[in-house]
């Protein structure tokens, strides 16, 4: 099995305003809080640990960068033998790998997803850890979450794969097992370019480019909120020093109608094409709308770059991250 491989106030405005510069993944570690940090990072080949590891480097912070070749999180021994080998400066750990939710399906992956965070607990242990940043995702509201979605909403989890996020996120914070203050993120959906990206804006930009077309499930009146990945980048660096301990969704605070962001991914690639509807998913036929007046609180000098700011970013570079 692979495990995927995806926290300090940043100064512009308020969260919730956009930033409308090209977004940067990298940038100048003179002022980063990332810098000097001992990060490890686990799931380095998930789509967002991939921009995560690179935009870490970057930034001047010491990262330790694992997959499930480097350490199986499902084998205690391999968990066990990492942990102790570790140095006795202190460690962030930023923790992305899971199960990924396409193969997720069955109880078998529900007790591997559970299985991989308790080693996780118990390998912290064993090393000098003073905080862990948790990856975890919106399915813990489930399929018709109440509106607006914030971090006290009710938990109604309708999947394996998001009971186990419900599951893990218990673990870290209420079994009393843990140690460290642990800031748990649910993220809603992340785009930007990257050869693993599954977003469904890298997909629309990809049905344009390649076929002219773009499919959409349903009317196509969802509503959705999405968040460029180099902004949740930043937003990680951003709440490393703040040593939270608790839960932040990862939101713009701003959705869009699926067809509203079809049209606008054609604009900014200035290409014609056409809206092919099929059939509804209904799994996935809800409105993702969020109250981020948590995130604002916590960061109120953080800045989300423009949809179509980070759309561009496909343009740039052949979409390799700068």
Known sequence: MRMPAEPVMLTPERTGHVNRQLPQVAGNTADSSMAAQNLILVGKRSYIGGYLARFAEARGARVTALSSDDCNFLQWHEVERFFRSLAEDPYTIVFLAVVNKPIATSYQSFLENTRIVKHLIDGHTLAPVNAIVYFSSMDVYGRHPRLPITEESPLEPDTWYALARQVSEWMLHSSGEVRCPVTIIRVTAAYGPAPNDPSVIGRMVRGIQEQGQVVIHGSGTTRRDYVYVGDLCRLVEAAIPLRYNG???????????????????????????????????????????????????????????????GVRSYLTEGGRIR
């Open 247 to 309: 839960v932040l969704n990862t939101a713009t605070g701003t959705c869009r109608s699926i067809n509203e962001i079809a049209q606008m991914v054609g604009r900014v690639l200035e290409r014609p094409f056409e809206i092919v509807h099929e059939a509804v998913n209904p799994a996935r036929e809800f409105d993702a709308v969020f109250d981020i007046t948590k995130l604002r609180t916590l960061l109120p000098s953080f800045q989300f770059s423009e949809m179509e700011v």
